[in-house]
């Protein structure tokens, strides 16, 4: 049987082979379908065996590729879709020569008991109605009939196929509208952490500055114009949201007897494209100090303390920068976001392993339930954070561990956190480590 063919297709093909024993008095009756097969490198059609009365006959019958043997046989045929030809017409080694009992022998018939009709649609061949009635040759009202059967059968195939084809666009453009929505998603979250630091960096500013200074006034638009831009992607959030799957455009329909398969999309990058493939060696405190920059101005607003251990010396890493300093800076952004007022976060590096080097980065916030760590790295899964005040978008540890393996690396989780020193609190505290392989080349990115 095909492998697409519905179970609604099989039941109305049974149905008109009832149809032509019951009616016509058909003692035999076999419908094939046409399918390219990719056999040893190359595409082959076959004709297939759907459907077969009697059962016995479905069990002798076999799927036969069409050789150009077979194709000469079927060339009158396909010239002339009303023509009613013999099983002689056929070669002897052709698929309508049909087993019917154990001692192999086969039907020997007149020509005018046996109808071989073609399933024709737009002039494409779709396949073979064969059909046989012993001892009683057909009329011609009977021939008639049994050409709107075989009409029936070749709509009912074209409709299966054009259904096949709407569901493969169907999927595809539900494919491409989840594609796109997620790096929208990606792309708004890795927006805030930047936003944030822009706007902590205005309000610093005016603490400096005194009242009537006029560059008090520029910070505080700094501040202000930072407030309107979260102000807008929260709504563009809620935009994406409400957004309803793209629908198939009915426009799009070709002939789909014709049409070449539809390819399925391929999952792209979330964020930065050929990330692997730009990857150099790299420092790791290089591509962290100015993240720590706006990290501290962050920590000092909410009171928190900021403790680090980096090595000097450290092996640089290999690693697609762009790329590190998401990771890091969506790490460090969950750190401040997690940490209570007055705890601490630990950014620990020089970890190393089996040629790979590490960086940690703990806080001392509430931690992770045991039943949320598995999940940590899903789009848009929070967890018990998702009952909290604290915003989020539950993408921000998805994206890291996405770019962190293109960069052939590997980032863990750990609740309690991990190697903590001098903790101020109770609270278990979360790790995150990235581990990333070490660059072959000691040149600083």
């Not at 082979?17 to 990719?38: C, D, K, N, P, R």
């Not at 101020?424 to 505290?429: A, F, L, M, Q, R």
Request: aromatic residues 6%.
């Amino acid at each position: 049987m095909l492998m697409s063919t519905s179970s609604e297709l099989v039941a109305l093909y049974r149905s008109q082979v009832a149809l032509l024993t019951q009616s016509l008095g058909a003692t035999l009756s076999i419908v094939y379908l046409t399918e390219e097969l990719l056999e040893e490198g190359e595409t082959q059609t076959k004709l297939i065996p759907i459907v077969a009365y009697p059962e016995a006959t479905w069990q002798a019958s076999q799927s036969v590729t069409i050789t150009p043997e077979i194709s000469n046989g079927l060339l009158p045929l396909l010239s002339d879709p009303q023509k009613v030809l013999s099983l002689k017409a056929l070669p002897p080694e052709s698929l309508l020569e049909t087993q019917v009992d154990e001692s192999s022998t086969r039907y020997s018939l007149l020509p005018s008991t046996q109808i071989i009709l073609p399933l024709m649609h737009d002039n494409i061949f779709m396949g073979l109605l064969v059909t046989n009635r012993e001892h009683m040759p057909w009329n011609e009202r009977e021939r008639n009939e049994i050409e709107r059967i075989g009409q029936t059968l070749a709509l009912a195939r074209v409709l299966e196929q054009r259904r096949e084809w709407y569901e493969q666009q169907f999927t595809r453009q539900q494919d491409l509208v989840e594609t796109q929505r997620d790096l929208l998603d990606s792309l708004v979250h890795q927006l805030r952490n930047p936003l944030t630091a822009l706007r902590t960096f205005g309000k610093l500013l005016i603490k400096r500055f005194v009242p009537g200074d006029p560059n008090r006034k520029v910070a505080e638009n700094i501040v202000r114009e930072s407030d309107r831009i979260q102000e807008l992607l929260k709504q563009f959030d809620r935009v994406i949201e409400l957004t309803p799957q793209t629908e198939v455009n009915s426009e799009l329909f070709v002939n789909p007897l014709v049409l070449e398969p539809v390819q399925p999309v391929a999952k792209p990058l979330v964020l930065l494209p050929n990330i692997q493939e730009n990857a150099e060696p790299c420092s790791m405190a290089d591509i962290l100090a100015p993240l720590l920059d706006s990290s501290r101005a962050i920590a000092q607003e909410r009171h928190l303390n900021i403790q680090l251990d980096i090595p000097t010396d450290l092996p640089l890493v290999s690693a697609n920068p762009v790329a590190l300093r998401e990771v890091l800076s969506n790490l460090l952004d969950n750190a401040l976001k997690y940490t209570p007022p007055g705890g601490q976060i630990y950014i620990q590096a020089g970890q190393a392993t089996e040629n790979f080097q590490g960086i940690a980065i703990s806080d001392t916030g509430p931690g992770i339930p045991a039943q949320d760590l598995e999940h940590m790295f899903e789009r848009h899964y929070r967890g018990v954070q998702a009952a909290s005040r604290i915003p989020g978008t539950g993408l921000g540890l998805a994206i890291a561990k996405d770019l962190v393996e293109q960069m052939q690396g590997k980032i863990q989780v750990f609740s309690p956190a991990q190697n903590f020193p001098n903790s101020i609190n109770n609270n278990p505290g979360t790790t995150f480590v990235v581990w990333l392989p070490l660059a072959k080349k000691a040149i600083s990115c």
